[in-house]
């Protein structure tokens, strides 16, 4: 017993030592993890400064992976705007996947994706800025029929609601008897929303407009905006310039006074052309688009056989559907040569829309620059 408890003893000190050894590691190990997180931590903020500067000189080639990228890439466009006090921003790409990607093609489709990419940006813009968002629909009806098909994903959005552009979910009994007399029916529902005003949101994202809901949101600018930003998404707002001017739409000077005013902070506008030739295969089709992330400058970009897009050309100032064709025909070695007689009968006398024309009643240059 004497041995045993002398061996205990002499083994005490050793015993000491190793646990202070591993202490003295442990302590060391966690210096080394928390210098490492720390220098993560700063990586992180000298990638996401170089990411603005290195998306402010466009990019040379695009091929993004998904729509989750493109949200992203949207949404980086988006908060870069935010940060340079931008109050008027446009967001535009296809809604949907293929070569037909607009309302027409696919209507129900295209305005229930459009609500699930603004959730998308907008909740992420909610956990890094903790800026709310409210998502604007046109009316009570397409309010109430989103609620119900986008609840779950409403209830996980963080830092998002849904509400009408002037607030009315539900119908007065002017606006009952008028769809009922003009032909639009009954609608039923479970239950009867209250009307909200917009007094809480730090900013608003307008989706699914019309031609006819553009002076709504004319008059929401002026009344109820009070300076805070609004996004307009996947609108398609070059073909609702379009309409205007024509029978029982909003007139022309609908773009020069207000559209104008929107800039593009993320657009991406792909075309499809033909060209025929005096060889073999003698039509050649081609396709590119039209490319903008803010604060990179426009870019034109030529779609590859692999699915990239490739820059072809770049300007500080919006290139109109006609220049950017050009550009693409120049690219691949397809332009005619220019005074030739063969370029005029290609191109036609008149080779850009009203809208794109230099006009002095065009009162801002945002949605150029």
Same mark, same amino acid.
């Given at each position: 017993?004497?041995?045993?408890?002398? @061996?205990?003893?002499?083994?005490?000190? =050793?015993? @000491?030592?190793?646990?202070?050894?591993?202490?003295?590691? @442990?302590?060391?190990?966690?210096?080394?993890?928390?210098?490492?997180?720390?220098?993560?931590?700063?990586?992180?903020?000298?990638?996401?400064?170089?990411?603005?500067?290195?998306?402010?000189?466009?990019?040379?080639?695009?091929?993004? !992976?998904?729509?989750?990228?493109?949200? #992203?890439?949207?949404?980086?466009?988006?908060?870069?705007?935010?940060?340079?006090?931008?109050?008027?921003?446009?967001?535009? #790409?296809?809604?949907?996947?293929?070569?037909?990607?607009?309302?027409?093609?696919?209507? !129900?489709?295209?305005?229930?994706?459009?609500? $699930?990419?603004?959730?998308?940006?907008?909740?992420?813009?909610?956990?890094?800025?903790?800026?709310? +968002?409210?998502?604007?629909?046109?009316?009570?009806?397409?309010?109430?029929?989103?609620?119900?098909?986008?609840?779950?994903?409403?209830?996980?959005?963080?830092? +998002?609601?849904?509400?009408?552009?002037?607030?009315?979910?539900?119908?007065?009994?002017?606006?009952?008897?008028?769809?009922?007399?003009?032909?639009?029916?009954?609608?039923?529902?479970?239950?009867?929303?209250?009307?909200?005003?917009?007094?809480?949101?730090?900013?608003?994202?307008?989706?699914?407009?019309?031609?006819?809901?553009?002076?709504?949101?004319?008059?929401?600018? =002026?009344?109820?905006?009070?300076?805070?930003?609004?996004?307009?998404?996947?609108?398609?707002? !070059?073909?609702?310039?379009?309409?205007?001017?024509? &029978?029982?739409?909003?007139?022309? !000077?609908?773009?020069?006074?207000?559209?104008?005013?929107?800039?593009?902070?993320?657009?991406?506008?792909?075309?499809?052309?033909?060209?025929?030739?005096?060889?073999?295969?003698?039509?050649?089709?081609?396709?590119?688009?039209?490319?903008?992330?803010?604060?990179?400058?426009?870019?034109?970009?030529?779609? $590859?056989?692999?699915?990239?897009?490739?820059?072809?050309?770049?300007?500080?100032?919006?290139?109109?559907?006609?220049? =950017?064709?050009?550009?693409?025909?120049?690219?691949?070695?397809? @332009?005619?040569?220019?005074?030739?007689?063969?370029? &005029?009968?290609?191109?036609?006398?008149?080779?850009?829309?009203?809208?794109?024309?230099?006009?002095?009643?065009?009162?801002?240059?945002?949605?150029?620059?």
């Amino acid at each position: 017993m004497q041995t045993t408890a002398c @061996a205990r003893a002499a083994s005490a000190p =050793a015993s @000491a030592a190793r646990r202070s050894q591993r202490l003295g590691k @442990a302590t060391a190990s966690a210096r080394v993890a928390t210098r490492a997180r720390a220098a993560d931590n700063a990586q992180v903020k000298i990638q996401t400064t170089q990411s603005r500067e290195s998306r402010a000189e466009g990019r040379p080639v695009y091929s993004p !992976d998904s729509y989750q990228d493109i949200c #992203f890439h949207a949404y980086q466009s988006v908060a870069d705007g935010l940060a340079d006090g931008l109050e008027l921003m446009e967001v535009e #790409f296809p809604a949907v996947p293929g070569e037909d990607a607009s309302y027409k093609a696919a209507s !129900d489709v295209y305005i229930d994706l459009n609500i $699930q990419y603004a959730l998308t940006v907008f909740s992420k813009i909610y956990k890094e800025t903790g800026k709310t +968002c409210e998502l604007l629909v046109p009316d009570g009806p397409e309010y109430r029929r989103a609620k119900k098909v986008f609840a779950n994903s409403l209830e996980l959005s963080e830092g +998002c609601v849904l509400n009408t552009l002037d607030g009315q979910k539900t119908e007065s009994v002017t606006s009952f008897l008028g769809n009922v007399l003009g032909g639009k029916g009954l609608r039923t529902r479970e239950e009867e929303e209250e009307n909200e005003g917009f007094g809480n949101a730090d900013l608003f994202c307008c989706v699914n407009l019309s031609c006819v809901d553009l002076p709504v949101v004319e008059k929401f600018v =002026a009344e109820k905006l009070n300076g805070r930003p609004l996004v307009f998404l996947n609108n398609e707002l !070059d073909t609702l310039r379009a309409d205007l001017g024509l &029978f029982s739409f909003p007139e022309k !000077d609908l773009h020069y006074r207000f559209l104008s005013k929107i800039k593009p902070v993320y657009y991406l506008r792909t075309r499809a052309y033909s060209r025929t030739i005096n060889v073999s295969p003698f039509v050649i089709n081609y396709s590119g688009a039209i490319f903008r992330e803010y604060p990179a400058p426009w870019q034109v970009m030529v779609k $590859q056989n692999t699915g990239e897009l490739v820059c072809v050309a770049e300007d500080e100032d919006r290139f109109t559907l006609g220049e =950017a064709k050009e550009e693409m025909l120049i690219a691949l070695g397809l @332009a005619d040569e220019d005074g030739s007689t063969m370029q &005029f009968l290609r191109a036609g006398y008149k080779t850009n829309t009203w809208w794109e024309e230099e006009c002095d009643e065009e009162k801002f240059d945002e949605w150029r620059t």
